[in-house]
């Protein structure tokens, strides 16, 4: 065999390759929404319509497409579904709203949702979910909400979530989470609520976190954890803050 027909030989195959694999990502974001149905229970059957057998799942209740029909809402808030949220969610590449609040999800928040570099939204308050919250999630520097509470979720608050610089509701509270609040919170200038009561967090408040009141921050919640409540003085919408014992020194 000469090596110019070896070579027209692989390429002919490597072209195929591609044209499988083009093939095999149309129907991608369907196979992954179908995957998760399946790993979900549903007792009142809102996922009916999530037909594996249709082109896309664009016309599946629930989802919205772009007129690309590609994915870019999950709206599945109180559906009265249970189970795990699996990792392959991440292939959801233009995802903007994943609104799966309300619901009795179990297991933790995959690592992998830090690659939906698109979202504007992650809503998994008011479920089940366990473990830490990934510091991936630093990296989706879209993100406008996210809102984790209700949840049992513990370890630190990833100091990573700092990059987060078009963040506007940051909401953690009751969970179990513990350790230091990280100061890098105080980079996310476009923060407007910050509620992290109801956790086991320990240390003091950083001065950066309440510089953000010069800022949009309309609302500091930081009650019931283990602060030990020594915070100085900053301006006069210092008393949006609420802490358990607010003191201020000077
Ligand atoms: C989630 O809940 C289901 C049903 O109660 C249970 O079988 C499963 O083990 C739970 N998974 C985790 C990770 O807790």
């Not at 179990?176 to 609040?181: E, Q």
């Not at 500091?220 to 609420?242: C, E, P, Y």
Request: net charge negative; aromatic share 6%; hydrophobic share 40%.
């Amino acid at each position: 065999m000469s090596t110019q027909f070896a070579e027209a030989i692989s390429a002919i195959f490597l072209t195929g390759l591609l044209a499988l694999a083009t093939l095999v990502s149309c129907n991608t974001e369907g196979d992954i929404l179908y995957k998760q149905k399946v790993a979900w229970k549903d007792p009142e059957n809102v996922l009916q319509s999530w037909d594996p057998k249709l082109n896309n799942p664009c016309t599946w209740m629930h989802i919205t497409c772009n007129n690309d029909n590609s994915v870019i809402r999950v709206d599945l808030g109180d559906a009265h579904i249970s189970g795990p949220l699996i990792p392959q969610l991440a292939g959801l590449n233009n995802l903007q709203y994943l609104e799966l609040y309300g619901n009795y999800l179990n297991g933790s928040i995959p690592i992998a949702l830090g690659k939906l570099k698109h979202l504007v939204s992650l809503d998994l308050y008011d479920n089940l979910l366990t473990g830490w919250i990934p510091s991936s999630l630093g990296a989706i520097s879209s993100l406008r909400y996210l809102r984790l509470s209700g949840n049992n979720l513990k370890g630190p608050i990833p100091p990573l979530l700092g990059n987060l610089e078009s963040l506007e509701n940051l909401e953690l509270q009751n969970n179990a989470l513990g350790g230091y609040i990280p100061a890098s919170l105080g980079n996310i200038k476009t923060l407007i609520y910050l509620r992290l009561n109801g956790n086991m967090l320990t240390g003091s408040l950083p001065l950066e976190i309440l510089s953000l009141l010069d800022n949009n921050l309309v609302e500091l919640n930081v009650a019931n954890n283990n602060l030990d409540g020594t915070t100085r003085k900053s301006g006069t919408r210092v008393t949006t803050i609420i802490q358990d014992m607010l003191k201020t020194t000077s």
